[in-house]
């Protein structure tokens, strides 16, 4: 079969974001179906593709990916105005694509939301079976956050929501959260698939060249986090902690992030200003340096901001990189990872926004190797069992090309 497939922000291993499209589209050429890959130029990110735009776009395969990039740049350090306008550029494009193409089943993959508006006009013009994925709440998420305020756009959300949910002939969900979600629109369940994202076993399994950044010595506990600095990720936790470690006298306690992101100027100036020598920021790194580092590593770092929509409502890439590389989990808001976390053992939990609990988790770290080690093996075995990418790529494969729209399909349970 012939996919065509939008991801706004599609990259290869050899940018610093997140994969899953990649991979997916991989398993799906692995299957024997082709696969039409369009997207923008993500910050952070990268097609592969080296030639230079003409009209806009510039065409050509990667690792057997047929890919479409058009020349629209994105960053998350962009005003809420640029991106708005990006989106929209990007959805009317695809739109053409939708209707000019040749495909049997067109998948979009958010975020944005208006990522749906190609399935849509496919959907009801063309006739073409849509799959839709949904990788965050919204607008319940940016309502939660206080991002948008304005009720006629929280609306005009809400409406292309419903319609590309009730337009799609399947939906995949993320997480637990976001599946309940979908089904709370008046979505069949039937016709709605949970495949979280997964873990490259192969990529952060394999030997590496362990590194740390300047700074850290090979006795000091290093905590990383490795992602996006906006406002979602609740980072100043982070400032926060490294204060409370310093009045502690734990100087042998590093915390490192690695990304980029619309408040990583604001972060640093803040530790800046409190001299803290024991955050260090990092730019972002690729998938092969990155497994480097958490080789290196003693303990990674799942934050965000505490905003209830994010307790079940998302799937984060870093949180299933850091299993993958054997890395014990510090999480610092509820939620299902925080149950597996507990559950597993292969980790600390603590009470969000809470710097005193959340020192001392990292002082229990840095005093008590021998459980870190246990958690990391735990860690592991989890990857390995519940989320190796090959499986449940497997699973998302054999949902979006089933001609059936979802009726007396078994949906399993993930963790």
């Known amino acids: 079969m012939n996919i065509l497939y939008f991801h706004q922000h599609f990259s290869t291993p050899k940018g610093s974001t997140g994969i899953r499209s990649y991979e997916m589209a991989k398993r799906l050429i692995h299957h024997g179906h082709s696969v039409t890959m369009v997207c923008g130029t993500y910050g952070g990110g990268e097609t592969g593709l080296v030639g230079s735009f003409a009209k806009g776009k510039r065409e050509g395969y990667v690792d057997g990916i047929r890919i479409i990039e058009f020349d629209l740049a994105y960053s998350n350090a962009d005003s809420f105005l640029t991106r708005t306008m990006t989106f929209v550029k990007f959805a009317l494009k695809s739109i053409g694509l939708a209707f000019t193409e040749k495909y049997d089943v067109l998948f979009a993959t958010t975020t944005p939301l208006t990522a749906g508006l190609p399935g849509i006009f496919a959907r009801w013009l063309r006739g073409k079976p849509f799959v839709f994925e949904v990788r965050d709440l919204w607008p319940e998420l940016p309502k939660e956050m206080g991002v948008i305020k304005n009720p006629v756009v929280l609306g005009l959300m809400s409406i292309l929501e419903w319609a590309s949910y009730r337009s799609a002939h399947r939906c995949i969900g993320l997480s637990p959260g976001i599946v309940e979600g979908i089904r709370k629109r008046g979505v069949n369940p039937s016709k709605i698939r949970l495949v979280p994202n997964g873990c490259d076993l192969s990529i952060f399994g394999k030997v590496v060249n362990p590194w740390r950044p300047q700074g850290i010595s090979d006795s000091d506990l290093m905590a990383v986090f490795t992602g996006t600095h906006g406002v979602a990720n609740g980072l100043d936790a982070v400032i926060d902690v490294a204060q409370e470690l310093k009045t502690r006298g734990r100087s042998d306690i590093k915390l490192v992030l690695v990304g980029q992101g619309k408040l990583k100027s604001e972060?640093?100036?803040?530790?800046?200003?409190?001299?803290?020598?024991?955050?260090?920021?990092?730019?972002?790194?690729?998938?092969?340096?990155?497994?480097?580092?958490?080789?290196?590593?003693?303990?990674?770092?799942?934050?965000?901001?505490?905003?209830?929509?994010?307790?079940?409502?998302?799937?984060?890439?870093?949180?299933?990189?850091?299993?993958?590389?054997?890395?014990?989990?510090?999480?610092?808001?509820?939620?299902?990872?925080?149950?597996?976390?507990?559950?597993?053992?292969?980790?600390?939990?603590?009470?969000?926004?809470?710097?005193?609990?959340?020192?001392?988790?990292?002082?229990?770290?840095?005093?008590?190797?021998?459980?870190?080690?246990?958690?990391?093996?735990?860690?592991?075995?989890?990857?390995?069992?519940?989320?190796?990418?090959?499986?449940?790529?497997?699973?998302?494969?054999?949902?979006?090309?089933?001609?059936?729209?979802?009726?007396?399909?078994?949906?399993?349970?993930?963790?």
Request: net charge negative; charged share 25%; with cysteine.
């Open 267 to 415: 972060l640093e100036l803040r530790a800046k200003k409190l001299d803290l020598d024991n955050v260090i920021f990092h730019p972002p790194v690729n998938k092969e340096k990155l497994a480097g580092l958490m080789e290196s590593a003693d303990i990674g770092m799942q934050l965000l901001a505490n905003i209830p929509a994010f307790y079940f409502g998302t799937s984060p890439n870093k949180f299933f990189d850091y299993i993958s590389a054997g890395l014990p989990v510090l999480n610092n808001y509820p939620g299902w990872l925080a149950g597996m976390i507990q559950e597993m053992n292969c980790g600390y939990t603590v009470e969000p926004e809470n710097s005193l609990e959340f020192a001392k988790a990292l002082e229990h770290a840095a005093d008590n190797r021998d459980c870190l080690v246990e958690m990391g093996v735990n860690a592991r075995l989890l990857a390995e069992s519940e989320f190796d990418r090959k499986l449940l790529a497997d699973r998302w494969v054999s949902w979006v090309v089933d001609s059936d729209t979802g009726s007396g399909v078994r949906r399993e349970k993930v963790i």
